[in-house]
């Protein structure tokens, strides 16, 4: 017999795999393997990315029209509803606050269920992105009207609760659900030669990667900005006469560093832009498993530019995979990455600052030891983020909700 039965609302579940997705994924198995029952109300596509866990109650949608490949729900059908009620869930999950989000936190509230919100992305900074930035206002006060009707609001990071704070989400309602990682995955030890020969790259050439999915919103047009300079100035530098390395523990800062190697992966609308930008990278697309943890770990430097993350879970997989991580300070990356300590955090107002953050990047590719002293620190880091740990504390959350209700 199920322990109890929680109904989960998304906007994305399986139709496109993001953050949010796998996210949702592996909580839902987590549910499952404590004999927890689940129904899922999420859109659907005729052919999902995802071949995802538990039962999903399909919700009528449309694509968006900006980002025709995410779909919006129309809200909670007549069959949904009656799927629902069938249910008859102890509580209720929310994912997203849309149509289907509003018209689950009513039913909630009619039959008496805790609400869970859970809070996975930043939507406000998506919007100057795709020319709709007028929207600010309205979509910041329905997000606010929503999560203050939620009995509790579940946030990654502490900064990210911050910011919600800031926006009027009341305090009271605010928590935390951070996120785990899979640190046998994961891992240093997934470094090996074999992967280089497989994508012809040199042993001794730096690589600085960039993971996710190729869309605006991850800055992906500053991340060619940033390479493109990059690989001029190491360029002038190979090309200018050598000279002695200054420090004797950098023995390949000068005299024996060869060349960069820029990896991209992940597959999304900005690929052929960014291809277009930036020639000299090489598009690996999607990796999964295995692939992405060798990705990860035959990397020197990740290099991640993009501010609209709520939590980073590729930060955290770069970190846990022993690499030295470069990224933007949002209020995801910045809560797990400490500036000079376990990465470099770039400011807000110098990430358009070219000169300056190449700067900082050649530093590190020149340097192999502040390298390793960072990927040391983050790899200690990322070993404090145990995934089953954070999700039974969450787990125990949900069902302190419901004796509580």
Avoid at 55 to 72: A, C, D, Q
Avoid at 104 to 122: E, F, G, I, R
Avoid at 322 to 343: F, N, R
Wanted: glycine residues 4%; proline residues 6%; aromatic residues 10%.
């Amino acid at each position: 017999m199920p322990t109890f039965k929680v109904a989960l609302a998304t906007g994305n579940y399986h139709h496109i795999r993001d953050g949010v997705s796998i996210t949702l994924n592996r909580w839902v198995q987590f549910l499952l393997d404590q004999d927890v029952d689940v129904r899922i109300f999420a859109p659907t596509v005729k052919a999902p990315q995802m071949d995802a866990p538990g039962t999903l109650i399909p919700v009528r949608s449309f694509p968006i029209p900006f980002r025709p490949e995410y779909r919006l729900s129309t809200g909670l059908s007549r069959e949904a509803k009656h799927e629902l009620e069938a249910f008859d869930p102890d509580i209720i999950q929310i994912a997203t606050p849309d149509r289907l989000g509003f018209d689950m936190l009513s039913w909630a509230k009619h039959h008496k269920k805790p609400v869970a919100a859970t809070y996975h992305t930043n939507f406000v900074s998506y919007l100057s992105y795709y020319g709709v930035h007028w929207l600010t206002k309205w979509v910041q006060k329905t997000s606010n009207d929503f999560y203050n009707q939620c009995d509790r609001v579940f946030v990654p990071t502490q900064s990210m609760q911050d910011e919600l704070r800031r926006q009027g989400v009341d305090p009271h309602r605010l928590a935390r659900w951070s996120r785990g990682v899979d640190t046998t995955l994961f891992s240093p030890t997934k470094r090996n030669s074999t992967w280089r020969k497989k994508h012809k790259i040199p042993e001794d050439s730096v690589v600085c990667t960039y993971v996710s999915r190729l869309v605006a919103e991850k800055n992906t047009a500053l991340f060619c900005e940033w390479m493109n300079h990059l690989e001029q100035r190491l360029k002038s530098r190979l090309n200018s006469p050598k000279h002695e390395p200054s420090n004797a523990d950098d023995a390949t800062t000068t005299n024996e560093f060869t060349e960069m190697t820029i990896c991209v992966v992940g597959e999304g609308p900005t690929q052929e832009a960014m291809r277009q930008a930036c020639p000299n990278a090489r598009f690996l697309g999607t990796c999964l498993g295995e692939d992405l943890a060798e990705a990860y770990a035959n990397s020197d430097l990740f290099v991640f530019p993009s501010i609209s993350e709520t939590f980073g879970n590729v930060t955290l997989e770069a970190m846990a995979s022993g690499v030295a991580v470069v990224v933007a300070d949002s209020p995801g990356s910045s809560s797990l990455v400490e500036d000079q300590v376990s990465g470099r955090v770039i400011p807000a107002d110098y990430l358009h600052n070219v000169e300056w953050v190449t700067t900082m990047l050649e530093d590190l590719v020149m340097h192999p030891s502040k390298r390793e002293a960072l990927s040391a620190a983050a790899l200690t880091k990322a070993r404090t983020f145990d995934s089953n740990s954070i999700q039974q504390e969450f787990l125990n959350e949900l069902t302190d909700m419901i004796s509580n209700a």
